[in-house]
């Protein structure tokens, strides 16, 4: 498979404990990015573990390696979007996934996720590992 992915939290903490699965879907020859909200909670969640001082430098390893995409103006528009659509629907997701799928959305990428959650939104590319 062939592309451009967005790793959600889950994958990343996959693929930082050796889940063959995430290793073998990042080794793909696939484009590889994070988003501003996974960094913060990959980041929060070194902070409030046991290891933060090994946790922080295995993070800032990781991130040097990946391109870590912002927000703009065009998120928001895909941001208010999917949360319009998932309340008419009646269905809801954690706040920060939505902003996760709005740059996946924006962006043309594929999410990678263990979080089914995401199929919920249209025009999402999702795939759960």
């Given at each position: ?6 790793l959600d939290t889950n994958a990343v903490i996959a693929l930082f404990t050796?889940e063959p699965a995430a290793a073998e879907r990042f080794e793909s020859d ?100």
């Amino acid at each position: 498979m062939s592309g451009s992915l967005l790793l959600d939290t889950n994958a990343v903490i996959a693929l930082f404990t050796g889940e063959p699965a995430a290793a073998e879907r990042f080794e793909s020859d696939d484009a590889v990015f994070l988003c501003v909200h996974v960094l913060g909670e990959l980041r929060y969640g070194a902070l409030a573990s046991s290891r933060v001082v090994e946790n922080l430098a295995r993070l800032e390893r990781f991130t040097a390696l990946i391109p870590v995409l912002p927000c703009d103006a065009e998120t928001v528009v895909h941001y208010a979007d999917i949360r319009f659509g998932l309340r008419k629907g009646g269905k809801a997701i954690p706040e920060n996934d939505i902003w996760i799928a709005a740059i996946a959305r924006q962006r043309g990428l594929t999410l990678l996720s263990r979080d089914s959650h995401f199929h919920q939104i249209a025009d999402l590319d999702v795939e759960t590992f």
